[in-house]
């Protein structure tokens, strides 16, 4: 659990766009074979959803429609992610405290995980987080 909020990447898919509209492809870019998949919508303003951190594998997400604000926080440091744009994903790395706000409740945010889900692969209470992060 030595990941950093900055080690948290966003980055740009590449995008072809032309007459037809536009196509986002990740192939090479793609930082870990993805062993899950899957989606965030009709979450209400005001309500979240994550408040947890990997203790394994990483995460990408996408808003794909809409958007959504990724907060993030390692032990020390914190970052707020707008996502907003469908060609542009998060990076989250294990060891980051992360939270997913929909702006709208008429978003949604595809995840990509390099791992299969487990309950032991999570750390899902904020003061057990606080208290491993002080321990590293």
């Keep these: 659990m030595d990941y950093r909020v900055e080690d948290c990447l966003l980055f740009e898919v590449p995008t072809f766009i032309d007459g037809r509209g536009a196509i986002s492809v990740m ?3 793609l930082p870990f074979d993805v062993k899950r998949v899957f ?3 009709h979450i ?6 994550g408040a947890h951190a990997l203790l394994q594998g990483s995460e990408m997400l996408f808003s794909l429609h809409g958007s959504c604000i990724v907060d993030l926080f390692d032990g ?3 970052n707020t992610v707008l996502l907003d744009d469908p060609k542009k994903g998060l990076l989250i790395r294990p060891g980051i405290w992360f939270v997913v706000h929909s702006s709208k409740n ?3 945010t595809l995840v990509l995980a ?4 487990g309950q032991e692969k999570y750390v899902c209470d904020y003061e057990n987080f606080v ?3 002080s321990n590293n």
Excluded at 44 to 49: F, H, L, M, V
Aim: proline share 4%; glycine share 8%; hydrophobic share 15%.
């Design 27 to 29: 192939d090479k870019e």
């Design 39 to 41: 989606w965030l919508y």
């Design 44 to 49: 209400p303003e005001g309500k979240e959803r």
């Design 76 to 78: 020390e440091n914190r």
């Design 106 to 108: 008429d978003g949604v």
């Design 114 to 117: 390099s791992e299969e889900y």
């Design 131 to 133: 208290r491993l992060k």
